[in-house]
């Protein structure tokens, strides 16, 4: 009887330290989740605040344009989340600026073939073209 008390003793203070430990480590977590939730911000969301203030939207119109809530362009802007890609064509469309833009992803000059300078040249001259162009890539759909 005397071994099982002492045994029923063991399992509890075990018990108690297991559970002690996963509380702490459970909480050291959480406190490192947050440490690092505020540091990291997404840029993203400044740029997009920088295009819709130059094109004169509220968070809400670009919302509306976009068919999503204003609290969600609200936290793309704040870095606190970043948008879907599925989103980002949307975005750009919306804000009238270039992918490479709003993702500040720029091209050098050295980082082109020859052909593919050509091609941009061409589309660059020919504005009556780039329509066709687009519908082909599939960055526009053709008007009925």
Known sequence: MVAQNICKIKRKVQNFWIKSLHSRTFRYNLRK???DFLIKKYDIGSRIRKYREKSGMSQKELANRLNISN???SNWEQGLHRPDAGVLADICRALNISPSELLDVHLSAEELSSQERKVIEA?????DLQHAVNILLGIEKEEP
């Open 33 to 35: 989740r947050q440490v």
């Open 123 to 127: 589309y660059r001259a020919n504005p």
């Open 71 to 73: 609290s969600r362009v």
